[in-house]
């Protein structure tokens, strides 16, 4: 790779931690500026795709879209979605394109900033490095989160999203799904396809289409705008997207789940025992992602209808299923062990885990505190944040984009570095001035 690590000190202008999609993003736009730079990764490229998560699990764009602009994949239809193994191999041939510097197996321990002295120190498992400027690209699924009220002492086997694999793995017996964002209600759909019975716990989501009048919903977003939406809209921080490219992309109908044997209920408030308590919001939850998909399908139709398109009606995708008998007499307390539940799994997301980053770049809640990605610790960066720079900042070709602008903004830092003044220009000519007279 051109730079050896060793117990000497390795020397590099950028380091960026992690080899995932947004690693290797920022490893490509720095390889086209010219800047010199390291990515070190803990296992192999692109690992979480690999073995962070369960076996079937499909990208949740299709292929025409949910990939870098530089390369496509050419042994997937358009619109098929791919599967977890494929996108880690996309990843990896996509590195091997521009010869991205990444090391696999080397662990980043620590990374302090240098006093009296520009830029940081940084332990890893392979020796001492030292960089002007350290990219934290390592992602928001750190750490699986369970909520503290999960039952203690019970004999339930309790699971994270991040664990589950296949419905083999499970005991005999129900199941109890916490989370009903793209993980929950994708492993509901398999553990309920497998012959469980399961109950699922819905809270506030969104429920974009699949696809409508021949487009997939990402062509919707990107048309309408969505993917550059700035901001969350205020009190939606804990809003999931139910949206799946499981069975070749079907759109989540909890309804039609419902419907086919599953037992839906609201929000999961606490534990005693063996008794579970929902809220009762789950009508309410249920109306509110109705209302945004609809919203969508009605901006989309008057998309066509503004721009003359020639895009078949679809009436049907207007249709629901009436409200099962859990929805109109919904339960707000479960005695599990009476119901014959011996798991649960929590899809209840992940938090970040920077211990590592020894610096200035944080909130009181430990979040990064950044701009675009520009941190608030001059040198640092983060890439690969949900809403990073906006919408699309979560997905694949969102975090390309990102990739872009951070490395942009190191090229210009690099750039004030270099400036020389008149003098130092001066001093630096000077010697070579001086010798150019004394040999005439």
Same mark, same amino acid.
């Given at each position: ?75 997937? %239809? ?103 964002? %793209? ?258």
């Amino acid at each position: 790779m051109g730079i050896e690590m060793t117990t000497e000190k390795t020397k590099i202008d950028t380091l960026i931690v992690g080899a995932g999609q947004a690693g290797v993003a920022m490893s490509e736009h720095l390889s086209k500026l010219g800047v010199p730079h390291l990515v070190l990764e803990r296992s192999r490229i692109a690992e979480r795709w690999r073995s962070g998560r369960w076996d079937s699990l499909v990208a949740n764009g299709p292929a025409w879209h949910d990939r870098f602009p530089g390369l496509e994949f050419d042994d997937l %239809s358009p619109d098929s979605f791919a599967p977890k193994e494929r996108v880690a191999d996309y990843f990896e041939a996509y590195a091997k394109k521009f010869n991205a510097p990444i090391r696999t197996g080397v662990d980043v321990k620590k990374v302090e900033r240098n006093v009296g002295r520009p830029g940081f120190t940084i332990e890893t498992s392979e020796g001492v490095i030292e960089a002007n400027r350290v990219v934290a690209a390592t992602g928001p699924f750190q750490r699986p989160v369970i909520p503290p009220i999960a039952p203690k002492d019970q004999p339930f086997t309790q699971i994270h999203s991040a664990e589950y694999r296949n419905p083999q793995q499970l005991p005999e017996g129900a199941v109890l799904v916490v989370g009903a964002g %793209s993980s929950g209600v994708q492993i509901a759909d398999e553990l309920q396809s497998a012959g469980k019975q399961v109950y699922l716990s819905v809270g506030a989501h969104d429920r974009p289409p699949r696809a409508y009048r021949n487009r997939d919903f990402c062509w919707w977003l990107g048309v309408l705008g969505e993917w550059d939406q700035a901001a969350m809209k205020p009190g939606r921080e804990h809003v999931t997207i139910a949206v799946s490219g499981a069975h070749g992309g079907r759109t989540v109908d909890f309804r039609g789940l419902a419907h086919r044997g599953m037992t839906l209920v609201g929000l999961t408030q606490s534990f005693n025992g063996s008794v579970a308590t929902f809220q009762p919001n789950l009508a309410d939850n249920l109306a509110r992602g109705d209302e945004n998909y609809l919203a969508l399908l009605n901006a989309a139709d008057a998309y066509v209808e503004r721009n003359g398109l020639d895009l078949p009606e679809e009436p049907e995708a207007r249709h629901t299923f009436p409200d099962p008998d859990c929805v109109t007499n919904p339960i707000l307390e479960l005695d599990l062990a009476k119901a014959g539940v011996t798991s649960i799994i929590w899809a209840t997301g992940f938090a970040t885990d920077y211990s590592w980053l020894k610096v200035n770049a944080f909130d009181d809640n430990g979040k990064p505190q950044h701009q675009r990605g520009v941190s608030s610790e001059p040198g640092v960066y983060f890439l690969g944040l949900p809403w990073q720079s906006r919408r699309g900042s979560s997905f694949i070709w969102g975090v390309w984009h990102d990739a872009k602008y951070v490395a942009d903004q190191i090229a210009i830092q690099r750039s004030y570095h270099d400036y020389r003044d008149a003098l130092q220009r001066e001093a630096e000519t000077a010697p070579v001035a001086h010798k150019t007279t004394v040999s005439a």
